[in-house]
């Protein structure tokens, strides 16, 4: 079936140590997107990407690090400049219409990482 | 900038009572489009339901039905007969662009 996968579900990070979340997606979506949650709190958009080796910022990127070499892999690596890393971290993705016209395009969603600090 | 606000942060209720999440949202675009989400105790986000600015016609599904207003900017959705498997933080959601602008939640409890 298709879908995102996250991996791993939970995450422990020790100071000073940077980790890596994975998200890989089969639906041959074109954008794939980061966004924090924290308890009691929306989901903010830590980073996006539309096409391969392109990637914008979203609101909360400090600390965070992505790549984007294939159409279906996504990692974020959250660095130990993030000082308050501990949240539930979620991949999603979406067509990409037209350029310009994907927000209309339902974003659908891994089933998360759960990172925490040791 | 664009803003979604869910005032309800928890609401209870008994299996087979109806229950309506509140979502008002702001944005300056007229172009835009309204999500609702689910999200279970396991994580993921369900996609509910999408609707574009310049439809204002509300919409049933099953026992889901969302109210649009836009004059009140509001995107309501109510649960008909909720089921104990309702039970999950349901999020509304706005977008103009590539962003989605999500609400905080509303945690939804339905006892048996």
């Known amino acids: 079936d298709g879908g995102i996968t996250q991996s791993p579900k939970y995450l422990f990070r020790k100071e000073g140590q940077n980790v890596t979340l994975s998200c890989e997606q089969n639906?041959?979506?074109?954008?794939m997107y980061w966004y924090r949650q924290d308890p009691g709190q929306g989901l903010r958009l830590i980073y996006y990407?539309?096409?391969?080796?392109?990637?914008q910022k979203g609101d909360i990127a400090e600390g965070y690090s992505v790549s984007r070499e294939k159409k279906e892999s996504f990692p974020l690596t959250v660095t130990s400049a993030q000082k308050n890393p501990t949240a539930f971290y979620l991949c999603a993705s979406n067509r990409l219409v037209d350029r310009g016209a994907f927000r209309n395009q339902p974003q659908h969603f891994g089933d998360g990482t759960r990172l925490s600090i040791l | 900038a664009q803003k979604v606000t869910q005032a309800q942060t928890e609401i209870s209720v008994v299996e087979k009572e109806d229950v309506t999440l509140d979502c008002v949202y702001e944005?300056?675009?007229?172009?835009?489009?309204l999500f609702w989400y689910k999200q279970p105790p396991s994580g993921e986000l369900v996609f509910l339901i999408r609707r574009n600015s310049f439809d204002e016609q509300n919409e049933i599904s099953g026992r889901y039905s969302w109210n649009f207003q836009k004059s009140t900017s509001s995107f309501n959705f109510t649960i008909t007969a909720s089921q104990v498997v309702d039970s999950a933080v349901y999020f509304c959601?706005?977008?103009?662009?590539?962003?989605?602008?999500f609400g905080a939640g509303t945690t939804v409890t339905v006892r048996a």
């Open positions: 639906l041959n979506h074109d954008a």
């Open positions: 944005t300056r675009d007229t172009t835009y489009y």
């Open positions: 990407s539309q096409i391969v080796n392109d990637f």
């Open positions: 959601a706005l977008t103009n662009d590539y962003k989605l602008s």
